[in-house]
């Protein structure tokens, strides 16, 4: 269920400028944090134009104003690059619409901080792929991304869910959600738990490397699932990436791994037959190599040889987080049945047994493409 349940949206939208007459406005479900609106507004000379109004789940994200600050300063400096790259500024990022009294947000009675994008008219986002020139595309678009924020001012960006993508965190967590088992429901994932809890060792392999220096510390998207990325509907290609929230200082393997655990799923992240999740070797080839064709450069020797070992660490903190969330009642992400988490706890688990199976495979492909590229 949406959060917004109390508060009239038709309100919020009065707070922004007024771009015409209010045509009406509906709910987009994808997301599991956030709630969005697409709002249409009927034009003087008749056209219709839509406008992305979202309401930041501030449960999720506690300091909704710097994080505007984040979007601010990143489709700022996105916007800069694209032009002078010739490209638009108004597809390849997204824009902020402030409101009627100058702030980037609208705060609501309840708390809600609202904002107002653009809608990149004639794209589409792909939740399920079906071939692996779709999932190349995405990984150009990423890697291009990045590549465009290696030279943000890393220092002044805001860390809006502190210790995001910290998996030795995330794992403490679970221990943490394990204990109180406020849910109850302890019992329905012994299996789940100890699956989990037999790989600790794993958790600490990237923050390591970044606490350590030896890997560099980035400026990332870290929420890199495939339908992040907005196609153009005439050139079928990558344009936008969006979902800004959780840009912030990280590693690119985690902007690396994320994409994969949920696009070379061969199934979707809430499959109930468990024997249609695999990792896909060749969606895996197809993302390795347009992340490694517009990333490529900026990535060093550990990053690469760790981009197989990446897509487990992150599908398994994924799916340690839903099942936290499943022990800890269904607080943080939004679900659609009492078991929704447990459901995509046990795809991810699924997954991270079957790339643990194919981790060498993954690898000799991560070194086939090094050497086609000559990286
Ligand atoms: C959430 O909102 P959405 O669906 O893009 C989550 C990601 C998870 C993802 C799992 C802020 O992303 O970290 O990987 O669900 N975002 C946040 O599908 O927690
Ligand atoms: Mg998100």
């Given at each position: ?87 638009d500024p108004m597809r390849e990022t997204l824009t902020v619409y402030p409101a009627k009294d100058g ?254 199976a194919k981790m060498d495979e993954m690898s000799a492909i991560v070194d086939e493409i090094k050497k086609?590229?000559?990286?």
């Amino acid at each position: 269920m949406s959060i917004t349940n109390t508060i009239n949206v038709l309100d919020i939208i009065k707070q922004f400028p007024e771009f015409g007459k209010i045509n009406g406005y509906k709910p987009i479900t994808d997301g599991h944090i956030n709630d969005t609106y697409v709002v249409e507004y009927l034009l003087a000379d008749g056209k219709t134009e839509k406008y992305l109004l979202q309401r930041i789940n501030t449960n999720v994200f506690k300091m909704p104003v710097e994080l505007m600050e984040n979007v601010m300063g990143v489709t700022a400096h996105l916007k800069n690059k694209i032009i002078a790259a010739g490209g638009d500024p108004m597809r390849e990022t997204l824009t902020v619409y402030p409101a009627k009294d100058g702030k980037n947000y609208v705060m609501s009675d309840d708390g809600g901080c609202w904002r107002l994008y653009n809608f990149v008219d004639d794209t589409y986002s792909i939740n399920e792929l079906t071939n692996p020139d779709d999932f190349r595309n995405a990984a150009l678009t990423f890697g291009n991304f990045q590549k465009l924020l290696a030279d943000y001012p890393i220092d002044t960006l805001h860390e809006t869910i502190p210790n995001f993508h910290n998996t030795p965190s995330r794992f403490n967590d679970l221990k943490i959600a394990i204990e109180n088992n406020f849910s109850g429901r302890k019992e329905e994932c012994l299996p789940e738990i100890e699956f989990a809890l037999a790989r600790e060792k794993d958790c600490a392999v990237i923050t390591d490397l970044l606490d350590s220096g030896v890997m560099p510390l980035k400026v990332t998207h870290n929420d890199t699932k495939l339908n992040n990325v907005l196609f153009d509907k005439k050139t079928n290609k990558g344009i936008c990436v969006v979902d800004l929230d959780t840009v912030m200082p990280g590693s690119s393997l985690y902007d690396f791994g994320d994409s994969i655990r949920f696009g070379a799923n061969t199934a979707a992240e809430d499959e109930k037959d468990l024997s249609k999740v695999s990792l896909s070797l060749e969606y895996f080839k197809a993302y390795v190599d347009g992340y490694l064709e517009t990333a490529g450069d900026s990535l060093t020797k550990e990053e690469i040889d760790l981009l197989p070992f990446a897509s487990k660490l992150l599908t398994f903190e994924c799916g340690m987080r839903f099942l936290g969330d499943f022990l800890n009642g269904d607080v943080y992400f939004k679900t659609e049945y009492p078991e929704h988490n447990l459901v995509r706890a046990r795809t991810q688990f699924k997954l991270v047994a079957d790339i643990e199976a194919k981790m060498d495979e993954m690898s000799a492909i991560v070194d086939e493409i090094k050497k086609l590229k000559k990286i």
